[in-house]
């Protein structure tokens, strides 16, 4: 039988959809900004954050609603509880991405401190965390999100070694390289930041679809027997 | 051992794998079925009711809810050509049995119906006709057993005044708290609620449904509902029916969060049928 308050979750799964998107989009373009070092692109993606907060509002308040008036059970109830807390991480990563392109902004008119290697390694595996994560809600796939999380450790990997490499081999040895090295330390942070919260939506999709919780457990990743 | 999840389907599960160590089985149902003529209406029901808690069962329409909550105190024997096989314990005594006094079991397991169905007779009445009934001839007696029942079942403050009026003319949600008090008044050990707000008000329902939680400290509690947040709201386990079958029983968090069995998502999240 079908309900129409399935209706209503397919609109909020939609919305989702578009937020993702946009978000995709910002991290794109930061990156993009970050590699031309194009000052209207990077200006662009602090400028559109805001639509991404408006997004972030609009399902929070469209959660709320049905929660109120549907009174949601079982995978209803956990499917609109983890969307507004992927919101939130959503929200997160494009601030993470406004803030690249502020570090964008600093970079323009200074030439970079060495080639970049391991920040656009950092980069596509951030792009692929985050579509995977987002993917993985939108097709209730415990499977792909358990992946994401595994993975999350090279990004952490990918950071050291960009950190490691600028303090030891520049800012160590060239103390005027700091104003060029610090924006790129900077945005191995927050690549990496971004991933975490690629994490976060992956874990809270395993809950959604297996109500198991593996966030500060991944030993329990291993989910043969859950509930669907 | 306290454990947070399981599925209760055969009878060598318990419920003591999933409650306190503290918490004692009340009532202890094993291997029932019940048939009206040839039809079953219960198969193979194990099922423990834990003392002091309160224990929804719900199910759609002609699950056997109401068949089953009725054997707890053995009102199902007033209807003609049924047949019951399997044991009920109350406190580890089988009340099932011709040697057992159903009198007796209907005084331990006190019943709430759906409908409030007070006696054409006054409100004072109403809660001393069960004492009178049971040979207490006592006035003074009867007077305090009467004040004691209405003020639990918080009715007290709005009928001090009028306790010679007829109990018809009081409220839906008050006559049903005057019934409740009316099972007080006997001192019974088990209260058993069959869909007890499906005739009433939001107000109303929420005062019994706080009530509930107020009565779990002194009594045991079983209350069959069709509404499944009030289950929410008021139990500690809730079991799942469906066509005579026990599907699932677990702690009401469990079956509301992530329930185990698909019939009983299908149900819970109005998928079903």
């Known amino acids: 039988m079908e309900r129409h308050f399935d209706h209503e979750l397919d609109e909020l799964n939609k919305n989702i959809l578009k937020m993702g998107a946009l978000v995709q989009e910002a991290i794109f373009k930061s990156i993009e900004s970050l590699k031309t070092l194009d000052k209207d692109m990077a200006t662009l993606v602090i400028d559109n954050d805001r639509v991404i907060d408006d997004c972030e509002l609009k399902i929070d308040e469209e959660c709320l609603v049905l929660l109120a008036l549907r009174q949601p059970m079982a995978f209803d109830l956990r499917f609109i509880t983890m969307a507004m807390k992927i919101t939130t991480d959503l929200e997160r990563i494009a601030d993470l991405a406004a803030d690249i392109a502020m570090r964008v902004l600093e970079l323009v008119d200074k030439p970079l401190v060495k080639p970049l290697i391991d920040i656009p390694k950092l980069t596509e595996l951030a792009k692929m965390m985050i579509k995977d994560a987002i993917d993985s809600f939108v097709n209730k796939d415990p499977d792909l999100a358990g992946k994401v999380i595994l993975i999350d450790k090279e990004a952490d990997r990918l950071r050291d070694i960009v950190q490691r490499e600028l303090i030891n081999d520049y800012i160590l040895k060239d103390k005027s390289s700091i104003p060029r090295c610090i924006p790129l330390l900077l945005i191995a942070r927050h690549l990496e930041r971004i991933c975490d919260h690629a994490t976060n939506i992956a874990e809270d999709v395993i809950y959604m679809v297996k109500a198991k919780v593996v966030k500060h457990h991944p030993e329990k990743l291993n989910f043969d027997k859950g509930p669907q | ?273």
Request: glycine share 6%.
């Open chain 2, 1 to 273: 051992m306290y454990s947070q999840t399981m599925i209760r389907l055969n009878k060598e599960d318990n419920l003591s794998c999933m409650c306190k160590p503290s918490d004692s089985v009340k009532i202890k149902v094993q291997d029932i079925n019940f048939f009206y003529g040839n039809q079953q209406a219960l198969k193979d029901i194990n099922l423990d009711v834990l003392e002091n808690r309160v224990t929804a069962i719900i199910g759609p329409s002609g699950c056997g809810k109401s068949t089953f909550i009725r054997l707890l105190n053995r009102m199902n024997e007033l209807v003609p050509k049924t047949t019951l096989t399997g044991r009920i314990y109350l406190d580890g005594q089988d009340i099932i049995g011709s040697c057992i006094d159903p009198v007796e079991i209907r005084r331990r397991v006190g019943m709430v119906f759906q409908k409030p169905n007070p006696f054409p007779k006054s409100i004072f009445e109403n809660i001393s006709y069960g004492l009178e009934v049971n040979g207490i001839k006592n006035k003074q007696f009867i007077e305090e057993r009467v004040v004691e029942s209405l003020k639990r079942a918080v009715l007290w403050e709005e009928v001090r005044t009028r306790l010679h009026d007829s109990a018809l003319k009081l409220s839906g949600g008050q006559q049903q708290r005057l019934c409740i008090a009316r099972c007080l008044a006997v001192k019974p050990e088990v209260l058993l609620f069959d869909e007890p707000c499906a005739s009433l008000d939001p107000i109303s329902t929420r005062k019994i449904e706080e009530l509930i939680l107020e009565l779990k400290k002194d009594y045991t509690i079983a209350i069959v509902t069709h509404n499944m947040q009030q289950a929410a709201r008021v139990s500690d386990f809730t079991g799942f029916f469906l066509l005579g079958e026990l599907i699932e029983l677990d702690k009401t968090e469990n079956i509301f969060k992530a329930p185990k069995d698909k019939r009983t998502e299908d149900y819970i999240t109005g998928r079903f049928g």
